[in-house]
């Protein structure tokens, strides 16, 4: 085995709520308003929902084939080497949405806090941090994040809080004014995010009780829809639609806005801090991921001799796929949900469940015994 | 490469282990001893004197029985016995005429050790030592042996008593409420002060030795049916596989039982005060107590320990959630302060509401040093008053916080070398690192606080999160034997979390902690809370008491 930790179901919540969380209620918002309008709470509330058909098929996946990783199945449903292709695809997969959230973070600090230091200082120094913690293994990931989710949830809720003076919820209207398609678009969004759950298909043999899963992955995506609803009713109240969508990282400009006595003012760096941890927490887990995955296709011991050379892959990616924020933007919210859910989310995990049940129902092979050893 | 690594490492520890075997065996001067042991008592007492040497505190007297038939020695070690005890219970019955009277016919070598054991010495604990070697080690914890001509068996008499100190306030852990009883340097005294507080079949005071030379003993205290076995099971081995010179405090024996020696961070807990111990074991714990040193240690230990002080188990609840509360809170001012205040003031100016922006700017016009180094300057500074002030005498002790305060508070002000504000803010970081209950925790936070303030001033708020996280990390992959170091925090149940944050009220603690894995979960009855007195009794007595007076009138 190469993880010795366990986790309990509780810990595995708390982590898929930190994975989307993390980054969904700090670029989301913007990018839903811009296709929703007005209704873009509507767009935040329906979107996740899609997600549950990705747990669904995770944690049925997770228990046709007990003990195994989505890396690990992959093989035992398609063959050795269709298996370790998607195998494969799901490293680079959780590669490039590693990559995506320390771009994002690293585009945030040098537009909003520290512009003339270079991106590769905070995009490198936050994944020297999380291999770090990938070379410490999951169950300390999950320690950290429960120490870390409450910091992340109580600041969220107290800007939320303090903003609550400055709503404006005429904002919100009209409601349903273009019709169902522009809401139903925006909601790939932070379905799109949502869909990082799939971080469960690796997570879930390293669980106490993997029965629990399910439940586990539910009780994540409801609670970070409703954060994020919220958040984005907060947002659209205060800055309108069309002004919130125009600032990519709405929510610092939103902290900005408190300001309550002269003495409760100047929130930007507690939404620094708070996304600092969230994308340390949420990079741990894709890159946890994707060590884990590339070792187990390589067939190797232990994690340790692929967790450099994948920081350094990380690294560059993060730098190199995006020129600029203006095209980071765009690629969220035009590519990402499209390519994400149809490959990873959705496209790939559909592919796994429909050639497992054609290999039992059919040829009458029997998954779930012969993975007594693993 | 990692495996010719694990070759060299398996060749060393074949290496290591080979020398502290034969070292073992060297050292070992016991069967040297054995060899040469006679039970004649000149010869004995050749072998005794030829290996002691010439040390004058060995107290060796030769005697004989009062019938003239047994040949006897005595041997103890001048200042750790009491003489009266035995000139009047032991040398004097055997010379005296109570045993012309009653054993003058029998008292004889072949059954005099019986004789003495059970008739004619009066002293309440006598073991029989198997041979010199183990005479000779009790004899240096201040037992009194007796040496019977022709025996091979030697008579140990506990005669124990030396200069201890009594039993004062620890002055590292003030109260103002609870007991004022601290454990001191004799061992005896501490089990005392345990027994005294929990008199129960079920608490076990495991005895163990630890250092070749030194002889320590050590004490392992817990309660038999309410610890986790597997914890107690790993103490015992992590104590019995220390194999060192000396034991000379707790610290030792910490460092070598620690799961991560490397941390900067204490990963058991240490205390003076009687009360402590006692609650520790009845949570569950156990104790490790060191003979020669008033602080015993507590396993297993986590993270929040050191935001609890015993008090707060005295008090009334209320200020205990509060207190702690505040003791978090202090906890963050103590560790990152400075660091906070460099980077806002390098990096972040923004961040300040502009008043307070323009008095500090003001402040610090004409300073020479960037925030950073003004910062590190006047932590250093305050570092080495602290350690002036606790090695110096209390009376020159005075003069250094004149010193201190004044010249290079106030000096340093006036001559422009540090703004006021940063003399606030590192007064303030002192004042919190004082205000925590646990000193070894403070310790870690005084040190931390010096990286963090460079990464403050290299990369402002940033470096100081990249700090903590890495701070966060290291924590999270903590455990003290088994018990994760953040827990109840992280890996533990919501009532632990709710216990640890709040103190709750006593009658409301029916469990004791789950993180521990205990054997005995239940603490005490669960029907305790807030009680009325019926209200019909009530009524009675007050009729009652009417009655009476209306008779009386």
Known sequence: MLEKGRISPRQTGQLLFITTIATVIFIAPSLIASLAGHDAWLAALLGPMFTLITLLLITWLGRKHPGQTIFQYSETILGKWLGKAVALLYVWGFLHIGAMAVREFGDFMTTSFMSHTPISVFNFSMLLLCAWSVLVGLEVIARMNEFIIILIVSFLLLILFFSLPNWELDYLLPFFARGPLPVLQAALIPAAWHGNIIVLAVILPFMTRPTRAFLAGTAAIFASTTLLTIGVVGMTAIFGPELSSSFLFPLHLFAQTINIGQIITRFESVVMTTWMAGIFIKTSVFYYCAALGLAQVLNLKEVRPVVLPLGIILGTLSISLFQDVTMLGNFLKETRPYYTISLYFLGLPLLLFAVTLIREKIFGVCFGEQTNEA | ?553
């Not at chain 2, 520890?13 to 008592?41: F, H, T, V």
């Not at chain 2, 306030?169 to 004022?180: H, K």
């Not at chain 2, 900067?264 to 074991?281: G, M, N, S, V, W």
């Open chain 2, 1 to 553: 490469m990692p495996s010719a690594f694990s070759m060299l490492r398996k060749l060393l520890k074949y290496k290591l282990a080979d020398n502290s075997s034969e070292e073992k065996q060297a050292g070992c001067r016991g069967d040297a001893i054995r060899q040469e042991d006679s039970p004649l008592l000149e010869k004995r007492l050749d072998l005794i004197r030829k290996r002691l040497g010439e040390s004058k505190d060995i107290v060796i007297r030769e005697f004989s029985s009062n019938n003239n038939q047994v040949k006897l020695a005595i041997l103890y070690v001048d200042g750790l016995v009491d003489r009266r005890l035995i000139n009047d219970h032991i040398i004097r019955p055997i010379q005296s005429d109570f045993v012309v009277k009653n054993f003058s016919h029998r008292l004889a070598e072949k059954n005099a050790l019986q004789l003495l054991k059970k008739h004619i010495t009066s002293i309440s604990e006598v073991a029989e030592a198997a041979n010199l070697t183990q005479a000779i080690r009790m004899m240096f914890s201040g037992d009194t042996a007796l040496l019977i001509n022709g025996e091979e068996k030697i008579l140990v008499y506990s005669t124990r008593a030396w200069d201890r100190r009594a039993v004062t306030e620890p002055e590292t852990e003030p109260a103002v409420r609870g007991s004022r009883e601290g454990f001191t340097e004799t061992l005896r005294t501490n089990t005392a002060l345990l027994r005294r507080r929990i008199r129960h079949e079920n608490l076990r005071l495991e005895s163990m030795k630890a250092g070749r030379r030194t002889g320590t003993d050590v004490v392992l205290a817990y309660i038999n049916d309410i610890i986790n076995p597997l914890t107690l099971e790993e103490v015992r081995r992590r104590i019995a596989a220390i194999d060192t010179d000396s034991i000379l405090e707790s610290g030792y024996i910490e460092e070598f039982i620690e799961d991560v020696p490397f941390s900067i961070f204490p990963q058991l807990e240490r205390t003076e005060r009687a009360d402590k111990a006692a609650a520790a074991i009845l949570d569950g714990r156990i104790l490790i107590m060191v003979d020669n040193t008033p602080h015993v240690l507590i396993v297993p230990t986590s993270f929040f320990q050191f935001i609890q002080a015993s008090e707060d188990y005295y008090e009334r609840p209320h200020i205990a959630v509060v207190l702690r509360l505040l003791r978090l809170f202090v906890l963050n001012i103590a560790l990152m302060l400075p660091a906070a205040y460099v980077a806002i003031i390098t990096f972040h100016q923004e961040m300040l509401p502009t008043p307070l922006l323009l008095s500090i700017a003001a402040a610090r016009e004409g300073v020479p040093f960037p925030a950073v180094a003004e910062a590190l300057l006047m932590e250093a500074i305050f570092e080495v008053l602290r350690e002036a002030g606790v090695r110096l005498p209390k009376t020159v002790g005075q003069a250094v916080s004149i010193v201190g305060g004044l010249v290079i508070g106030d000096a340093s002000i006036r001559a422009g070398l540090v703004s006021p504000s940063m003399v606030i803010v590192v007064a303030v970081t002192a004042i919190s690192t004082f205000a925590l209950p646990a000193f070894n925790a403070s310790i870690a936070l005084r040190i931390l606080r010096f990286p963090l303030i460079m990464l403050a001033g290299m990369m402002g708020l940033y470096g100081v999160i990249f700090g903590l996280v890495i701070i966060l990390i290291h924590l999270a992959g903590l455990q003290s034997f088994g018990v994760p170091y953040l827990s109840p925090l992280a890996h533990g149940s919501v009532s632990d979390m709710l216990k640890t944050f709040a103190r709750p009220f006593w009658w409301m603690t029916r469990r004791r902690a789950d993180e521990l894995g205990l054997q005995n979960m239940k603490r005490q009855a669960g029907n305790m809370g807030p009680r009325k007195t019926p209200f019909a009794k009530r009524e009675l007595t007050h009729d009652n008491t009417e009655e009476h007076d209306a008779g009386k009138r």
